[in-house]
């Protein structure tokens, strides 16, 4: 069983950044896409972030675009958010979640991802 565990929210004051991590458990985090989504207070969970299984493809959704980067270290069994320039409308809890299958792209759609960790809440003041 593939265990997601997030690390690295807060509460951090409007402008400042924060960094997201996901440990992944299992041999095989190297071959599935990864991402990160967000569940604002009130909302439904929502996509931000996505990375193709090996990196060097990645996908935002247009609010997070120039200030959130999504990037993976497959030796560490990991993947990261660094979140810059943060504003009050990101306050969320923050999901990773694995791909259904191997060797995808990464996906938009919660329904594409069957494992989810826990979530981290990120909480930005005014």
């Known amino acids: 069983q593939v265990q997601l565990v997030e690390s690295g929210g807060g509460l951090v004051q409007a402008g400042g950044s924060l960094r997201l991590s996901c440990a992944a458990s299992g041999r095989t985090f190297s071959t599935y896409a990864m991402a990160w989504f967000r569940q604002p207070p009130g909302k439904e969970r929502e996509f931000v972030a996505a990375i193709r299984w090996s990196g060097g493809l990645t996908y935002y959704v247009d609010s997070v675009k120039g200030r959130f980067t999504i990037s993976r270290d497959n030796a560490k069994n990991t993947v990261y958010l660094q979140m810059n320039s943060l504003k009050p409308e990101d306050t969320a809890v923050y999901y990773c979640?694995?791909?259904?299958?191997?060797?995808?792209?990464?996906?938009?759609?919660?329904?594409?991802?069957?494992?989810w960790g826990q979530g981290t809440q990120v909480t930005v003041s005014a």
């Open positions: 979640a694995r791909d259904r299958a191997q060797y995808g792209d990464g996906w938009t759609s919660q329904y594409e991802y069957n494992y």
